[in-house]
């Protein structure tokens, strides 16, 4: 009978500086995974969830950045409401004591 292999398990830092060696070395995914010792499904699986995760903080980011545009213009309306009510009032007032 054909003995079984241990499953092996990788850090998340692992991973991570494999797929940078795939992105920013310039080398091929196979070059790298034979290095590493890992199938090259295995190291693609992994430079595809590393890339999701980029482009899913990158959106989180957007997303975070626009509540607080929307927030600061909401803010610069209430203001330019008070400023008129302000400068009406200014005006009533100018007219009673002139």
């Known amino acids: ?3 079984r292999r241990t499953r092996r398990r990788f850090t998340a ?3 991570a500086q494999a797929v940078k060696r795939v992105l920013e070395g310039g080398r ?5 995974a034979t290095e590493l010792g890992v199938s090259t499904g295995q190291l693609s699986t992994w430079r595809t969830e590393y890339l999701a995760a ?3 903080e990158a959106l989180a980011a957007r997303k975070a950045e626009e509540a607080e545009i929307q927030r ?3 803010e610069v309306k209430r203001l330019e409401e008070a400023n008129l009510i302000l400068r009406k009032a200014a ?6 004591v002139a």
């Open 91 to 96: 005006a009533v007032f100018a007219k009673g």
């Open 72 to 74: 600061l213009r909401r």
């Open 13 to 15: 830092e692992f991973k």
């Open 54 to 56: 980029g482009s899913a």
């Open 1 to 3: 009978m054909a003995e």
């Open 28 to 32: 091929g995914l196979l070059e790298v």
